[in-house]
């Protein structure tokens, strides 16, 4: 049985709880109402401006890394929804490499050795091709939405575009980054910047968007920038060279006996 004393730090407690809840329902009520949107409406619109039914794209990919020269890669790369893509290297040096996603699982080929391996465990955090984006970024989706609490915490700007200012705070435990702020673009709809960070608060990545491009009304980032923070003076850039949107792509690509022939 309860003593009065312990009665009376129940109801203590619980009308604290109550006064959190309350404050956070209306913190969330007025941040709705200010901005006229919330943070995940926010993602939602991101995802329909960047989500397609299919798309083909050739793409340059310059990898700095401290005292060298850049690496530079030319990919091409057959995309269906979030679930399915391949992507061939053309430029000389990586001309074996072949890579293959569907759904969480992430095959590559190296033609030159006629090796094909599972990339997982610890390999999901090493550098794709030696660059600042992780294969765990690679193969991330529309998880985000039940990974995450999302938030919009306010208005800013970068390089003159009118921002809202996300952000996302991990409430399940297998995710890459714990917390997440980003920066959209209010009109059109894209993250112009990214910040990722660790549980301990420390900054672990940073993406930019520096080109953005409209292909039939929808806007794409057509030169995006990612900066590995563990690493000392590194980047990765990113830039789209030709992109064709919602095209018809032979499911057969989308199989490990096209990824080895």
Not at 50 to 74: C, D, H
Request: glycine share 4%.
């Amino acid at each position: 049985m309860r003593s009065g004393v312990s009665l009376l730090l129940v109801d203590l407690v619980a009308l604290a709880r109550f006064v959190v809840v309350v404050t956070l329902v209306v913190t969330a009520f007025c941040i709705s109402n200010v901005f006229g949107i919330s943070g995940e409406e926010i993602l939602r619109k991101i995802d329909s401006n960047l989500n397609f039914r299919s798309a083909v794209m050739t793409a340059k990919m310059e990898i700095y890394l401290p005292g060298q020269p850049p690496r530079v890669k030319i990919f091409k790369s057959w995309v269906v929804g979030e679930q399915k893509a391949y992507v061939e290297f053309l430029n000389k040096e990586d001309k074996n490499i072949r890579y293959l996603k569907i759904g969480k699982q992430l095959w590559v080929y190296d033609k030159s050795e006629n090796n094909t391996f599972l990339i997982s465990g610890h390999l999901l955090k090493q550098g794709m091709m030696g660059s600042d984006i992780s294969y765990e970024d690679v193969l991330e989706s529309e998880d985000i939405y039940a990974k995450y609490s999302i938030t919009l915490e306010k208005e800013d700007s970068i390089n003159g575009r009118d921002c809202y200012v996300v952000s996302l705070k991990a409430k399940a435990e297998n995710v890459s980054y714990y917390f997440r702020k980003m920066w959209v673009d209010k009109e059109y709809f894209i993250p112009l910047r990214e910040e990722m960070f660790a549980l301990s608060g420390r900054l672990l990545k940073v993406a930019e968007v520096e080109k953005v491009k409209s292909f039939g009304g929808k806007y794409y980032p057509t030169r995006s920038v990612v900066s590995d923070k563990l690493k000392e003076n590194t980047k990765t850039v990113i830039e789209i060279q030709e992109a064709n949107f919602d095209v018809s792509i032979l499911d057969s690509i989308f199989t490990k006996r096209h990824l080895e022939r």
